[in-house]
């Protein structure tokens, strides 16, 4: 049996009054890719947020290699392996491409090394001493991703990764999550671009209303595509 990194359960979050999770269970075994997909406003942005304890208050199971989690702060959840990129990158526009990448802390054994970075990003490598303005956008989610790989972080949290990029930048991400998933990471994507998502995970999460509605697998997706068509409206 595959080991659950991560078991969400009845997870319900709010921001302010606004209640905008409702129950979500889902999932994810370790060394899995999994996809988050749903029309914008379904919710899956607020699950992201609501794993890392980024969202107003939540309420529910929320655990991590067995551990509660749903009443840590952040910084302990991040402790426990995990690494979030937003779909804003948040790249430090006064910094250099590498003191961006050395900004966040050691958070657990094993993070990669910059040397194991640049040679998954080779674009960073060039790019080291420019300023974070000057990068493009392809360039800044390449650092979004890279910065929570040198903290240790096994289970990464990537939303909306492929957003607004070109056709080769998007095909060099989708190499990057095939090779973090041969090395043994976990990952958990937020994803429109359904492209882009079909090929790269194991399996699939669908999202509506604040709720995981349908969770079908890789195998299952020929079958399920019309139906997918319909809650996606794609």
């Not at 996809?35 to 942005?45: D, E, I, K, V």
């Not at 989610?141 to 790989?149: F, G, K």
């Not at 939303?159 to 607004?164: F, H, N, T, V, Y």
């Not at 990471?185 to 429109?192: A, D, K």
């Amino acid at each position: 049996m595959a080991t659950p990194f991560l078991e969400v359960k009845d997870l319900h979050g709010w921001y302010g009054e606004s209640h905008v999770l409702h129950g979500v269970n889902f999932h994810v075994n370790e060394g899995e890719v999994v996809t988050l997909l749903g029309r914008n406003g379904a919710g899956r942005t607020s699950t992201m947020r609501a794993i890392m304890g980024l969202i107003g208050a939540r309420k529910g199971s929320i655990k991590v290699r067995g551990t509660e989690t749903v009443d840590l702060a952040t910084h302990r959840i991040a402790r426990l392996g995990l690494g979030y990129c937003p779909e804003e990158r948040g790249i430090f526009s006064s910094l250099s491409c590498e003191e961006n990448l050395m900004l966040p802390p050691t958070l657990a054994e094993g993070g990669m090394s910059v040397e194991q970075i640049y040679t998954m990003f080779p674009n960073l490598r060039e790019r080291a001493n420019s300023q974070g303005t000057r990068l493009s956008g392809g360039e800044q989610q390449m650092l979004a991703v890279a910065r929570i790989l040198r903290t240790g972080a096994r289970l990464l949290l990537l939303d909306e990764i492929s957003e607004g990029l070109a056709p080769v930048i998007v095909q060099k991400l989708a190499e990057m999550v095939i090779s973090l998933r041969q090395q043994g990471y976990t990952v958990l994507m937020v994803e429109q671009n359904f492209r882009f998502a079909a090929p790269l995970a194991d399996r699939f999460l669908v999202m509506e209303h604040g709720q995981v509605i349908q969770e079908f697998t890789q195998a299952e997706l020929p079958s399920r595509l019309e139906r997918l068509h319909e809650y996606l409206g794609v």
